[in-house]
């Protein structure tokens, strides 16, 4: 299946890119995902989890950047999962590319989706699938929002008042001291998706589409 997505970044898109191509940095931003080896530049180990209704599923796997395109601020992303209870897996193909918008940058996914075995099953009709991609999406994009706002540089305050032309004292100058650098907080992993308060919603808005239908 192949869905589209897109979030916006408070951040110019040379800014942006550089950012995304963080992994390390962005990756607690992910809901239920854990980055757990980096394996070089472009591969990547780590797990996500989800749930599906009452069903919780944890994909373990590879992460790679299959190609990259500095000059245009676009990539391709492939991802192999498997599920840790041996219920099937999930094969991602996922192109991403960044636009300016009027007071930062978009960032527009394209993901291409194979899902195997038994997790097939739990990811069919109503648009789960698109829905929990969708509100994943919402979450990290919000999570990252909130990352950059704590590691923005505090306002410095304005330097002491030099004595008037006339001679006048100046306030009493304090002795400035030097600020220690402080390494961003780091930011804990977000939790996973609920499925089941989704697929409730899912289903009402199909409902309502339903009967919105009918009325015309």
């Not at 391709?76 to 999930?90: E, I, N």
Request: glycine share 8%; proline share 9%.
């Amino acid at each position: 299946m192949e869905f589209d997505n897109s979030f916006d970044v408070p951040l110019p898109p040379e800014r942006a890119w550089a950012l995304l191509m963080d992994i390390a940095r962005i990756a607690p931003c992910m809901p239920g995902a854990e980055l757990s080896e980096v394996v070089d530049a472009q591969n990547y180990k780590g797990k996500i989890a989800v749930r599906l209704g009452p069903v919780a599923l944890a994909f373990a796997g590879r992460v790679q950047i299959d190609a990259m395109d500095d000059a245009n601020c676009s990539a391709r992303v492939k991802a192999q999962g498997s599920d840790a209870k041996g219920r099937g897996g999930a094969n991602a193909t996922a192109t991403f590319r960044i636009e300016p918008t009027g007071d930062g940058s978009r960032v527009l996914i394209h993901t291409d989706l194979m899902l195997s075995g038994a997790v097939a099953q739990y990811g069919r009709g109503v648009g789960m699938i698109q829905a929990t991609a969708a509100q994943i999406i919402g979450q990290f994009a919000g999570n990252l929002r909130a990352q950059l706002t704590r590691e923005a540089p505090p306002a410095t305050a304005p330097p002491p008042r030099a004595a008037t032309a006339s001679g006048a004292a100046a306030a009493p100058h304090q002795p400035q001291q030097t600020a220690q650098p402080s390494a961003p907080p780091s930011m804990p992993a977000a939790r996973p998706i609920s499925g089941l308060s989704l697929l409730a919603r899912v289903i009402w808005q199909q409902v309502v589409a339903l009967f919105t239908r009918r009325r015309t």
